[in-house]
Structures are given as structure tokens and as C-alpha cells.
């Protein structure tokens, strides 16, 4: 079959590069793809954005299949579009997607199905908002309502910074549209995990478990990104924490949804935070994680092409998936000054020695410059690796990364630590 992949980062990479992997699949086009992605699927210049592009594009290309990899074009609506066009699509309805894009519906979504979760208020207003940061006092967390790539959460660890955050969002203009609505939450303590399940109507077909690491700096300091690395599986996920996230968070909601008359074709991503008194959602997205996907796709031994192309037409129910064993590592190579301002075209060299020391490197922020790569986005490169253990994983994409010839990137020296501490215990 032919399938059309949707957007161009390291997610989309590692979709393509596992699609073309995939029996099912004969050709893989994607749109606007990038230069890694050029390695796996034709690229054809269509932002991931361009809705109107993209139909014109099914339109001619007629693919067997559209995966749509980010969350701005679900939620845009392109996948209602799709399917009234009579496309097997991989990817919610916007009614659906509205559990990643807006926060504000899909925390009282939460409550409605009793999903755990953190206690929470929605405000328009500075001076009301400020009265409930001053009531439950800090640590507690502020998040613009809207899509903001990750980047609109702020753990404030003192009232002011709080406060600060909330006059940013409401009264200045720090995340435009998405800060006009700001969501209070209680802090949540404990170990986080990125679970990923696919879904179909009524069936939730659990990925393997995974775990980011959102904060900018070694030690999970300072701000948050849209992902600075990742791994697979995640040891804190155990059978029974699996379990009690596919009983108490996945199912709930995705029957909620359906009572609200919205059936959700796609990746669900529960993003959890495992509490002393169980795990509770933190926040909901439509779309494989970023950087999850890359260490998921490392190790997936199935089929992708038939598993989303059964989730499309709904058949879900037959499938099972394979996975490697042991561990796979993603550590992302970012532009200095993400996330905020960076240089971009800042040549890069020395990918084929990262990759002959045992890696794949799946590009997101990339471009090509006069027959070189060039940076041009915040995350840049996710090096991964698949091994016995995390440690060994990590080792080898450390290892790895000595041969980058980029001296404007910068990495986290310290990604899978937590598994590492769990598996050497
Ligand atoms: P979200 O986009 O809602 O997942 O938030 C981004 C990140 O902020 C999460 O991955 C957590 O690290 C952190 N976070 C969000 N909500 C909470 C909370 N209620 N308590 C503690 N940390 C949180
Ligand atoms: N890695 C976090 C996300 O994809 O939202």
C-alpha cells in the first residue's frame, strides 16, 4: 500500500523510516518531510499545516493510508476533512483532538469520566486567578488552555512566579490565543511516564510504555521543552501500573468521549504522573509522543502499516504487537538557545559516524543547505539506539555522539537516569 505521512519532525522520521520497514507498505510520501525523512519517503512540500494543501495533495497522491503525526492539523480539523474525502486516516476528528487542544475541555472531560487527576481551575481572569494561586499557595502549576508545543506549563515553584505566569498568559499576551484561557492545577509529586495507546472505536491497543524528559537541563532542571530525550520501556510502568492506566485513564475517557458523540481514531497519549495514591493523568494528547515515538518505533517488531491501516478501518480488535527486547534511547541534539531564540543554518557534520557507532539518527529540525545539513528548528536530531539494557543504550548514543561535528548543539548528558537507577538497583 501507499501511505501519506503528515508532518516533518522526529516523530515523522521515525514513522517513515518504520513504514518503509513495514511488508504492508510499498511506498511512503510525507509532507513536508525533511532531509532525514528523504532517506525513507518521498518528500513533497506541503507544510503540515496547509490544510488545504494537504486535501489537494490525498487528493492527487490517492494514498491507501494518511498518518497525520502532529497535533495542529488534527485539531484543525484535517482529519474530519480526510475522511469525508473517503481516506482511511490514521488520526482523530477534531472533536476528539480537542483533548490536546484544549486543556481546559479536557480536564473537565477528566472529572466528568473520574479520571485521576490533579485538582484544577479554569480562569479568563488576572485578578480571580491570582486569588486562587494566593489560596492553595506553591508548588503549583500554571498552563495556558491552548496548544502552545509543549512549552505553556510552568511548575512554579514560588506564588510570584505563579503570578507572573498567569499575568504573562492573561494580561500580556505570552502564548497568544492559547494563554487567553489559563488552567490552575494542583502539583502532583512522583515519577512521570508517557503511555501510548492505540485506538479504534471501543478498542485500546496498549504501545510499549515510555518516558520522557521535558526539562531543558541535566538533573530535570530548568524549563520545560517539547522533549529533550526519551526511552523504552520505562521500568517505574509496571504490569500492574499498565493495567491500572489502561482501566482507570484510557478507557474512561475514551468512552467519554464517545458519549459526547466523538470516536477517536489514533494515538491516545496519556501523560501520567505516578502518585502515592496511583496514577493520575496529567494531560492528554492525540499523537505519539516526541521524542517517544523514536525509541517506540526502535523497538516495535510489528507491522506499523497494518496496525494503523487496521485502526483506520477499524479492525483493531485482530491485532496484537511485537517488540524487541531490552531498551531503546532517544537523546535529542537541540540548537543553543532553545527554547528560545536560536541561530538557525548552522551546518552540521559527522551523521554518518554517529550512525556507524550503532545509532539511527532521526531528524526533526533539520534542512539542507548546499548539499549539507543545516539546523533549523529547536529540537534538531534525535540519536537512538536500541540495546540489552538502558544503560547500555545510553552508552552507546553517548558514544556516539563524540563524532557530531556541530559545535552550536547541545544535549542532555543525562537521559534515561531514572531507569538507570531503577534497573541497577
Ligand atoms: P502537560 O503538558 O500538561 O503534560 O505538562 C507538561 C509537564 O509539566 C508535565 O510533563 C509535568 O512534568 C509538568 N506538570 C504538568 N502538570 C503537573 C502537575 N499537576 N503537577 C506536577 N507537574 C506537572
Ligand atoms: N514528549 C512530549 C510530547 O510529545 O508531548
Redesign the pocket.
Known amino acids: 500500500m501507499k501511505v501519506l505521512v503528515i508532518g516533518g519532525g522526529g516523530r515523522e522520521h521515525a514513522l517513515c523510516w518504520k513504514l518503509k520497514r513495514s511488508a504492508s507498505v510499498g511506498e511512503v510520501v510525507c509532507a513536508p518531510g525533511n532531509p532525514g525523512i528523504a532517506a525513507d519517503a518521498r518528500c513533497v512540500p506541503v507544510g503540515a499545516e496547509d490544510i488545504k494543501g494537504l486535501m489537494a495533495l490525498a487528493t492527487t497522491e490517492k494514498p491507501d493510508l494518511v498518518v497525520v503525526g502532529p497535533e495542529v492539523p488534527l485539531v484543525a480539523g484535517l482529519g474530519n476533512r480526510l475522511r469525508e474525502e473517503g481516506f482511511a486516516v490514521f488520526g482523530p476528528d477534531k472533536a476528539a483532538a480537542n483533548l490536546e487542544g484544549s486543556?481546559s475541555f479536557s480536564k473537565r472531560l477528566m472529572y466528568e469520566a473520574g479520571v485521576p487527576t490533579?485538582r484544577f481551575e479554569v480562569h479568563v481572569d488576572v485578578k480571580e486567578a491570582i486569588e486562587t494561586i494566593r489560596s492553595w499557595g506553591a508548588p503549583i502549576?500554571i498552563?495556558a488552555s491552548g496548544l502552545a508545543a509543549?512549552k505553556g506549563?510552568i511548575?512554579a515553584q514560588t506564588e510570584k512566579e505563579a503570578i507572573d505566569a498567569v499575568r504573562g498568559m492573561l494580561a500580556g499576551n505570552s502564548f497568544g490565543d492559547a494563554g487567553s484561557q489559563v488552567v490552575i492545577?494542583?502539583?502532583?509529586?512522583g515519577e512521570?511516564a508517557s503511555c501510548l495507546f492505540i485506538v479504534s472505536g471501543d478498542t485500546i491497543l496498549p504501545l510499549a510504555s515510555s518516558q520522557d524528559h521535558?526539562a531543558l537541563l541535566d538533573g530535570d532542571l530548568g524549563p520545560?521543552t517539547g522533549g529533550m530525550g526519551a526511552y523504552s520501556p520505562a521500568p517505574c510502568v509496571t504490569e500492574i501500573v499498565a493495567e491500572q492506566v489502561l482501566e482507570t485513564i484510557a478507557r474512561p475517557i475514551i468512552a467519554a468521549l464517545k458519549k459526547k458523540g466523538a470516536e477517536f481514531i489514533g494515538t491516545l497519549y496519556a501523560?501520567v504522573?505516578l502518585t502515592d495514591e496511583g496514577p493520575k493523568a496529567?494531560?492528554f494528547n492525540v499523537r505519539f509522543g516526541d521524542p517517544e515515538c523514536q525509541p517506540l518505533m526502535s523497538r516495535l517488531k510489528s507491522d506499523l502499516g497494518e496496525v494503523l491501516l487496521a485502526a483506520a478501518e477499524k479492525r483493531l480488535d485482530d491485532v496484537t504487537l511485537s517488540w524487541a527486547d531490552g531498551s531503546a534511547l532517544c537523546v535529542v541534539v537541540a540548537s543553543d538557545g532553545y527554547p528560545g531564540l536560536f541561530e538557525k543554518g548552522q551546518m552540521i557534520g559527522g551523521l554518518d559516524a554517529v550512525e556507524a557507532a550503532g545509532t539511527t539518527v532521526f531528524h526533526a529540525g533539520t534542512a539542507e543547505k548546499d548539499g549539507a545539513i543545516v539546523n533549523a528548528g529547536g529540537r534538531v536530531l534525535g540519536v537512538t539506539a536500541v540495546a540489552a539494557s538502558v544503560r547500555q543504550a545510553q552508552r552507546t548514543v553517548y558514544d556516539a555522539l563524540a563524532a557530531l561535528d556541530w559545535p552550536g548543539g547541545f544535549y542532555r548528558k543525562d537521559i534515561g537516569y531514572r531507569a538507570i537507577v531503577r534497573e541497577e538497583r
Not at 492545577?185 to 509529586?189: D, Q
Open positions: 486543556k490533579a502549576v498552563k509543549g506549563v511548575v492545577e494542583e502539583f502532583l509529586s512521570e521535558k520545560n501523560g504522573m496529567l494531560e
